[in-house]
């Protein structure tokens, strides 16, 4: 889209970590998509309504089949659906926690990225866009947000067979700033220099 602006992290092995925005993640031709979900996984609002209005009543359907299984879903853990009318193929649905109310808040938002690749890859999914999990109205400052998910997401890419590219797509400028300062910030831990990247205008 015009204005976008792109940076990407460029990782071992060709894998690649990418920032997007201002940006709809309900549009991403990735393969899937990441839903910040409630425990209920029956929809809701802010990026959870908006994946489940654009993708249709498949999504739902699968999502009810699954609480049906499971119960409702703790936050931390990721599951799976078909992405229904959305580009996507799939939905990745991971529930961030409630920052200041979920005990150990930094641990399960590592916890989302790090489950949400691993399912993903598990569905030999090449490529994952994930919204800005747990910083709307779960309240989770995008500083202290940015450097949990970007990590664990390096983390993560390191240990997939399929998945080669992570998508971060934020929702308006501020965001986008806030992950790309992060990305800039970042040390390799096995070089002890900065990741190699790019940046460029879309």
Do not use: W
Request: charged share 20%.
């Amino acid at each position: 889209m015009p204005g976008d602006f792109t940076m990407r992290l460029l990782l071992d092995g060709g894998k690649t970590v990418e920032f997007h925005g201002p940006g709809d993640i309900t549009k991403e031709t990735t393969d899937a998509i990441v839903n910040a979900a409630n425990s209920s996984l029956l929809g809701g609002g802010g990026v959870d309504g908006a994946i489940h209005r654009a993708g249709g009543p498949a999504i739902l359907a699968e999502c009810k089949r699954i609480r049906n299984q499971i119960g409702e879903l703790p936050p931390g853990k990721a599951v799976i659906t078909t992405g229904g009318r959305l580009a996507a193929k799939y939905v990745v649905h991971t529930v961030g926690p409630v920052y200041g109310r979920d005990r150990g808040h930094a641990m399960l938002l590592a916890s989302c990225h790090r489950e949400s690749i691993r399912v993903a890859d598990d569905h030999a999914v090449a490529s994952i866009a994930f919204p800005a999990i747990s910083t709307g109205a779960f309240g989770y400052p995008l500083g202290e947000a940015a450097p949990i998910a970007v990590a664990s997401a390096i983390e993560s890419l390191a240990a997939t067979t399929h998945v080669r590219l992570v998508r971060f797509v934020l929702f308006d400028v501020p965001a986008l700033h806030v992950f790309i300062t992060t990305a800039e910030n970042l040390r390799n831990p096995t070089t002890s220099s900065a990741y190699k990247f790019e940046k460029s205008p879309q």
